[in-house]
Every structure is written in structure tokens, then in C-alpha cells.
């Protein structure tokens, strides 16, 4: 029926899409905003995730005002000097409006729907992570908002990988193979120029 708004298909979930770097492969330029096959690399990975949800989150430590015109909500590190993605999704996890959030790299500019929605059919009350060749990728990764206390305290307590971070949680594994391209991180000034396909 016309006029009545479709639900997202990811309809109970937050989506996060770090973007506050450092970029120290990129020459220190903002990952997000740096070119390929015509458009910045956070614009493709937008273009996927901007009609799976209406609580879409980006962080980022730099130029906020381009970001905040691809977000529903802007967060930043409360801290100085870039402590890296975990105190990100931290942040993030304290504003999703939903159960879950999905969290995403704002460098991995082939990632498809096929594969969020293969994460999101997984959601639970443990994170999913993907993994590839035996190696956890936690910035692929799906958390419920029920475990900020437990990450926020593991903060605390030093811990600053979220890979670790998340292993004590007892993820389930999403499986990869090695050779899947959607989760290569076009992180260094030399890959891209990699073709699309």
C-alpha cells in the first residue's frame, strides 16, 4: 500500500560505522573521506548500510560536519589521541537506539547487504563476529547493547583490543573464507587502486 514507510530490514538494529582513525597508512588523511572508483571510501560502505536501519552512527575525531550529513548520530572519542576502534563502539553502544549494533569499517568499501543480513540473522544475547582463515574479525562484528557494563569495565580495566574485548564474551563465528574480497580494508594509499570487482 502506498504512503505507509516499509521497516528497515534491520529494523531492530543500530549500525555503526567507524571512521575515527588516525589514518597513519593513509599519510594520516581521514580514512573515510579518501577517494576510490569515484566516491569517498565511506560513501560506498553508506550507500549499503543507509536503508537497513534508521539509527545509523558514525564515529569520527575529524570533520564532523561532512559525517553528520551521512549519520543520524555523531559520536566522538571522549578521549584525546586516537585510543582506537574499542572506546568507539563503547561510545556507540551508549546511543544505539536498538538492541543490536552492527559495527562496520568505513574503509571496507565492498561489503555487501547479503553478508550484514547474515550477521544479523545470527543477533543474540552474544556478539557475532565474523572470521576468516581461523583469524576474528571483531570490526565485522554484530554486539548487543547489553554489554556495554561488561566492555565499558573491560575499558577500565585496561583492555584496548576489541578483538580480546569481545573474545571474552564467548562470540559465535561467523565463517569466511580467506579469499572474500567485502572484507578487505582498503587501508593503505596502494590498494586503491584495486579494481571493484
Known amino acids: 500500500m502506498s504512503g505507509i514507510p516499509h521497516p528497515s530490514p534491520l529494523a531492530d538494529c543500530s549500525i555503526l560505522l567507524l571512521a575515527g582513525g588516525r589514518g597513519q597508512r593513509m599519510g594520516g588523511r581521514d580514512k573515510g ?9 565511506i560513501e560506498h560502505v553508506h550507500a549499503v548500510v543507509r536503508p537497513l536501519t534508521d539509527d ?11 559525517y553528520a550529513a551521512l549519520a543520524d548520530q555523531l559520536i566522538s572519542d571522549p578521549v584525546a589521541d586516537f585510543p582506537g576502534p574499542l572506546i568507539g563502539i563503547i561510545e556507540a553502544l551508549r546511543v544505539a537506539r536498538h538492541p543490536w549494533l552492527l559495527v562496520l569499517p568505513c574503509d571496507a568499501p565492498l561489503v555487501d547487504r547479503e553478508l ?5 540473522g545470527q543477533a543474540g544475547a552474544r556478539p557475532v ?5 581461523g583469524y576474528w574479525e571483531p570490526l565485522f562484528s554484530l554486539i548487543p547493547t547489553t554489554l556495554l557494563p561488561a566492555l565499558q569495565a573491560q ?8 578483538q580480546r574485548a569481545l573474545l571474552e564474551h564467548q562470540p559465535l563465528a561467523l565463517e569466511c573464507p580467506a579469499d572474500d574480497r ?3 580494508n582498503f587501508n593503505e594509499l596502494a590498494m586503491l587502486t584495486q579494481p571493484s570487482s
Open 33 to 41: 573521506w579518501v577517494n576510490w572508483q569515484g566516491r569517498a571510501l
Open 56 to 66: 545509523l552512527i558514525i564515529s569520527c575525531n575529524r570533520n564532523q560536519a561532512r
Open 116 to 120: 550484514l543480513q547474515q550477521l544479523h
Open 129 to 133: 563476529m565474523l572470521r576468516r582463515d
Open 155 to 162: 575499558w577500565q580495566a585496561g583492555q584496548r583490543s576489541p
Open 182 to 184: 567485502r572484507l578487505s
